[in-house]
């Protein structure tokens, strides 16, 4: 349509691609958001690459390079209202969205609580996301990875919160909406991944919500139907990705969210 229009980027989990948000992406652009959701090269469904993986800077720096480019497009750049720019993630997506808005990484910090309190999933991503701190790429990842285009953003589920540092989180300025899965498929329990960046994020302009029917992948796009037994005959162990807990629905968990966006996101931009 004419005239302008906030801008929407969205962020997919580690080994999914755009296609998983697609359910909000339809609704946000139905309320006249304009919506982008990349692929990042290494870490999507058709494009596992460890080298790439490994550089998880470059996460955050995808979603800028983007609406660097949204910026400078003929077609779009007049409709962008760059005042009213938000990023949504799920996952590995929720950290690059907590990143992009101005989070800071403290590989020590990661490592040390991966000791303490190891949570399978993100600890047993440490090698594969280069968390280890080798090489200048600890340099690179503890750097400041934020876009001061950003006006709010969104965190889906995330993993690997744990490892951004309560004093970057503390100074974050930006409207959040932290939303978690209520059931925990037994390796990113809500309150030490969700609840942590929430409770490390100032109290006015963050909000903080568990969904207690959702299990961490009902942020994705609905199954059809056989998918998981398809999914799990090829790969045993990730039919779960089509699980929800309750009784309701994976639509009706998708209709919650994106309500809850709509309106964070009318609050935030008015």
């Known amino acids: 349509g004419e005239g302008m229009h ?6 997919h989990g580690y080994g999914g691609s755009w296609r998983n948000l697609s359910w909000l992406a339809g609704e946000l652009a139905a309320r006249g958001y304009i919506v982008a959701a990349p692929d990042h090269p290494g870490t999507t469904t058709f494009d596992r690459d460890p080298a790439e993986a490994a550089k998880l800077w470059e996460r955050p720096r995808d979603l800028s390079r983007l609406i660097d480019a949204l910026r400078a497009d003929n077609g ?12 949504v993630g799920h ?91 209520g059931i925990d498929i037994g390796d990113m329990p809500a309150e030490r991944e969700s609840g942590y960046l929430a409770k490390g994020l100032p109290a006015k302009g963050s909000v903080y919500t568990v969904i207690p029917d959702a299990m961490h992948f009902s942020f994705l796009q609905i199954c059809k139907p056989g998918a998981a037994e398809r999914i799990e005959a090829e ?14 629905g994976r639509a009706a968990i998708h209709r919650e969210v994106t309500d809850r966006i709509i309106t964070f996101l009318g609050v935030s931009f008015r």
């Open 6 to 11: 906030p801008l929407v980027v969205l962020s």
């Open 76 to 87: 779009l750049a007049a409709h962008i209202d760059a005042k009213r720019i938000a990023v």
């Open 91 to 181: 996952s590995l997506g929720g950290w690059t969205a907590a990143a992009l808005a101005g989070a800071r990484f403290d590989t020590q910090r990661f490592i040390a609580d991966c000791k303490m309190n190891a949570s399978p999933r993100a600890c047993s991503l440490t090698t594969e996301l280069g968390l280890d701190g080798r090489d200048d790429g600890r340099r690179r990842l503890e750097d400041d990875l934020g876009d001061p285009r950003i006006g709010a953003f969104v965190s889906l589920d995330l993993g690997l919160a744990r490892g951004f540092s309560p004093e970057s989180l503390a100074a974050l300025r930006l409207p959040a909406l932290v939303i978690a899965a």
């Open 235 to 248: 790969t045993p162990g990730d039919g779960i990705v089509c699980k929800d807990g309750g009784t309701r």
